[in-house]
Structure formats: structure tokens, C-alpha cells
């Protein structure tokens, strides 16, 4: 069967909406097959999901970032990248959070919760209380479901901005610290998770090489 209909776009990162208009018609090919004709043309988008889309990109970017409280029982994004049980119960402590919360219920109200869940996919910045930071991915944040998240692969860092090494992976290259004593807290850090390492002053204030220690 013939169809017409309009489609609206809206991408919610970028604060931006588009609307096609789009049709279908069956028809033989030249073997005698039934296929489907589709075609798509750019159409007029209403003001109002234009000014939705922005309205909600604003919001989106109060969403993005999350302060974790030492109260949440993580104290750090040490344990996170280290620890991948650790990540899976940090969904439940997500799901719970007052600011993630109200600031996706906002973004699905503006659009009246009539389409997919506007925080899909995108990714959000954790920051915890020793200054640390790593970044997860929302598989879903509707109302009513159990929010998703999955670490990216990397992210982790400490509050100087040096990578913190997932579960696996070794510490070694160049390093820059504010002070002697976050480089012991690194360090601490590391030994905590039995990474073994080599610490090399570079002579530069707060620079140094680190390079791992074989296991064996």
C-alpha cells in the first residue's frame, strides 16, 4: 500500500531539529517482484520542536555532569575503572540520584514523553570527591526502567587529569602532578590494586616517568 507521512528528527546533544517527508509505493521490478518505492524530501519544521530541541540541549548539559558524594559509597574513580562489579552496582546508585533524576524527567517532559528516551546513549561525566572523573554511557534513562550504564573504556582520570588504567592495563609514560603528595596518592592508588611501578623524576616541577614493574 501507497503511504505519506512526516518524520521529525531531533538531536538533543546538539540542540537541533529536522522534518522529512516521506512516501512509499509498491511496485514491480523487472523480474515481476514486489518491491517498495521510498522516497524523502526536506519539509518545514515547526518552531515549537525547534525551540524544544534547544530548550532540551540546555538541559542535557546541566545532565551531563555528576557530582558523586563520598556518601554514595564511591570514593573514587579508581574503584570503577579497576573493579567492573564495581560499575555495575553504581547503576543502582545512579538510578537513585536526585540530579540525574530531575533533569531527565525535565528533558522527557519537554517533548511530552511521546518519543525514544532522550538520554540514550549519551555519555556523562562523574566526578567524585578526590577530584576524579570517568565517563559512562546511558543504555536507557526512562521513567520507569532501571537505569544502564557502561563504562568507557579509558575514561578514568585523576584530579590532575593523569589516566587512571582500567583493570588490565599498566601505568607507563609521562605523568604530571600538582603537587608531591597527589603523586603518593597515585601511587598509594595503584599499590592498593597491586600495580607495581617505577617512578622517575624527570627534573621538571611535578613531571615524572612512570614505567611498570614485571609481576614476575
Do not use: C
Not at 67 to 75: A, E, L
Not at 103 to 112: N, R, T, V
Amino acid at each position: 500500500m501507497s503511504s505519506a507521512y512526516t518524520i521529525h528528527l531531533v538531536s538533543i546533544p546538539h540542540g537541533l531539529a529536522g522534518s522529512f517527508y516521506v512516501t512509499s509505493r509498491p511496485q514491480l521490478d523487472r523480474f515481476g517482484e514486489l518491491e517498495t518505492i521510498v522516497t524523502a524530501s526536506r519539509s518545514t519544521t515547526p518552531q515549537s520542536l525547534i525551540d524544544q530541541a534547544k530548550r532540551a540541549q540546555s538541559y542535557m548539559h546541566l545532565a551531563k555532569k555528576t557530582r558523586v558524594p563520598n556518601s554514595s559509597g564511591y570514593r573514587s574513580a579508581w574503584e570503577l575503572a579497576q573493579n567492573s562489579s564495581s560499575r555495575d552496582r553504581f547503576d543502582d546508585w545512579a538510578a537513585q540520584n536526585d540530579s540525574l533524576k530531575y533533569w531527565s524527567a525535565q528533558l522527557i517532559s519537554i517533548f511530552g514523553g511521546l518519543f525514544y528516551d532522550p538520554v540514550a546513549g549519551i555519555e556523562l561525566l562523574f566526578e567524585f570527591e578526590d577530584g576524579s572523573q570517568l565517563i559512562m554511557k546511558a543504555a536507557t534513562l526512562r521513567s520507569g526502567t532501571k537505569l544502564r550504564l557502561s563504562y568507557i573504556r579509558h575514561s578514568a582520570i585523576d584530579s590532575d587529569g593523569n589516566r587512571i588504567p582500567d583493570a588490565g592495563s599498566s601505568i607507563e609514560g609521562t605523568y604530571q602532578f600538582s603537587s608531591q603528595y597527589k603523586l603518593e596518592q597515585y601511587i598509594q592508588k595503584a599499590a592498593e590494586y597491586g600495580i607495581r611501578l617505577r617512578v622517575i623524576q624527570t627534573g621538571v616541577r611535578g613531571r615524572v616517568i612512570i614505567t611498570p614493574i614485571d609481576r614476575t
